[in-house]
């Protein structure tokens, strides 16, 4: 491919960066893959890995509790954020090397530094110059904190994990799921929780009855919900936070948190130098194929500003490597991607909202239940599980399915598989439930939900 140092640069080793790297060294590509952070990307180190390992943790705050509704007589034992903290450390250093070992097994060169764009064939890493016949860029978001008085005492979603101190008392600022699962996370640990959201319901672009049902559910457990209001400024207050809120109101807080937003991360990589446009939230613009408008750079995952999510980025990462090196001409199809809130209980959720049917099939039928699971008749837990079908009145496929309740998301995975596969309602209701599990309420709603 020329005489270029490598077939293809990539910048950045994060879930899509890497497979990327990965697959197109198996074709015979050779690769080099620059990464100035951490092996792994936001998902390992910041993101999905450390927050699913705090969301079993604050799990377990609930059910020592709800044991005893089933004859288990004990006291809460102490909750030490030391422990927690430092052994989810040691994981992630573990599948950093992991990640390491995978690019040096694919025969992909990594360069530990950060990369910048020098022109269309060149990236510079500290003082040395590399040429390749592709550039790739997949550097991931950032977190975003808003510009207001104060902002420099708030924390963002990348150092919540590894506070010296557990917050006793936590202000979350936000609505995203970002905002929503470290609230639940923080809330079972035991801190007192707050959060504030500037808009009448958080967890836009959910489903409108997963948004109330949500609502309901997270200010039961105990999180102090406050929407239509905002923070206008944090002080220190000896070794406390003062937290002034947009309707003249204080709060006291150990800690906050700004989970507000992330932006394409794309600071330093030297833009300027190559003909690349950017989109009006400042995200890299790509064609279906994951070009730039420089034709030799490429981008893929959260720096292009599409579906933020780990799965998607690895699923363009295969795409992008099968084109480009393995001769075979494959596109990301993006119908139907489940997606989950960790927060408790979870939020599952895959194709239309109510919404989006509507605009997009015009009559649809709703098919809705919302129940006490089967465990809080003993747990005693005020909790209630959700569950919504969308379906398209003209063709009775279920083009969308949104539950919010114990193992949401691992239910929501299987259903995804049978929406793209054009499961029908009816094929639902002659499906045979597995009894007694939350999961069954799916293939036995049977009648159309009617607004009363």
Known sequence: MGNFDYDLFVIGAGSGGVRAARMSAGFGARVAIAEDRYMGGTCVNVGCVPKKLYVYAAEYGKGFHDAQGFGWESTEPHFDWATLRDNKQTEISRLNSIYRNLLTDANAQLIDGKASIVDAHTVAVGTKHY???KILLATGGWPHIPDFEGHEYALSSNEIFDLDRFPERLVIVGGGYIAVEFAGIFNRLGAKTTQLYRGPLFLRGFDSDIRAHAAQEIRKSGIDLRFEINVQSITPDSDALNVTLTDGSELQADAVLC????KANLDGLGLKNVDIRLSQRGAVEV????????????????VTGGIELTPVA?????AFARRNFGSREQQVDYDFIPTAVFCQPTIGTVGFTEEEAHA???????????????????SGRDEKAFMKIVVDASTDRVVGV?????????ILQGIAIAMRAGATKA???TTIGIHPTTAEELVTMREPWVDS
């Open 259 to 262: 989970a507000t937003g992330r």
């Open 314 to 318: 690895l699923a363009q990462g295969m």
């Open 287 to 302: 064609d279906e194929f994951f070009c730039t408008s420089e034709p030799t750079i490429f981008a893929l995952g959260d």
């Open 360 to 378: 997009r099939f015009g009559d649809i039928r709703l098919f809705k239940s919302s129940f006490r699971p089967m465990k809080h008749t003993l």
């Open 427 to 429: 094929i639902f209701d």
């Open 402 to 410: 949104h539950m919010m309740g114990p193992d949401a998301a691992e």
């Open 131 to 133: 040429t390749a016949g």
